[in-house]
């Protein structure tokens, strides 16, 4: 069984390249909208969602996860930040955080359901979307999370779970990988 809703969640790549063509006001306010439409726990809606599309604002923060990943013990993660090219988003042009109020039940569970809303509705139009964990690992550290807290809209009390850059894609969609063997069991 099929429909158009399962072809966009079968078809949603991250897409780690793209074009500089600034999404439409009527495309993000759609994946904005789909965003609001995620299930929470206990219909709280505990988040925020800071849409960024400052080039120089995305460059600072791009600038503050370089240092952080070369400054990391993880040499996978220092030798990305190595590279010429590094931009954590890809050279996407809209960034959208989504922070939660600590506080709610499920904050963390609530916005990563509205980030993937926000995925899919993008993959309908056919924007690209990449999660960027490294802006949530960012806001672990709380000087670097008060570096920018301000500037991205961030109300007090609340915390980044979720990132996600969106964005034309520059070229095809990748292939997807093969799905795991043996991930269900079906208890009847």
Known sequence: MT??????ILKRRSVRAYDPTQLTDDEL????EAGKYAP???????WHFSVVQNTSLLESINAAIKEMY???????????????DFNIFYNGPTMIL??????????RLDSAMAMENMFLAAASLDIGSCWV??????FENEDRSAQFCGDLCIPEGYKVFA??????????????????EGTVDIIR
Do not use: K
């Open 163 to 180: 990132a996600g850059v969106f964005g034309h894609p520059a070229g095809e969609l990748p292939e997807p990988a093969p799905r795991r």
């Open 3 to 8: 429909n158009e809703t399962i072809q966009t």
């Open 29 to 32: 306010d759609a994946i904005l």
């Open 40 to 46: 929470t726990g206990a219909g709280a809606q505990p």
């Open 133 to 138: 964990n490294a802006f949530v690992r960012l």
């Open 98 to 107: 989504v922070s939660a109020d600590e506080s709610a039940i499920t904050p």
């Open 70 to 84: 070369l400054n990391s013990d993880n040499p996978r993660l220092v030798e990305r930040a190595s590279a010429d």
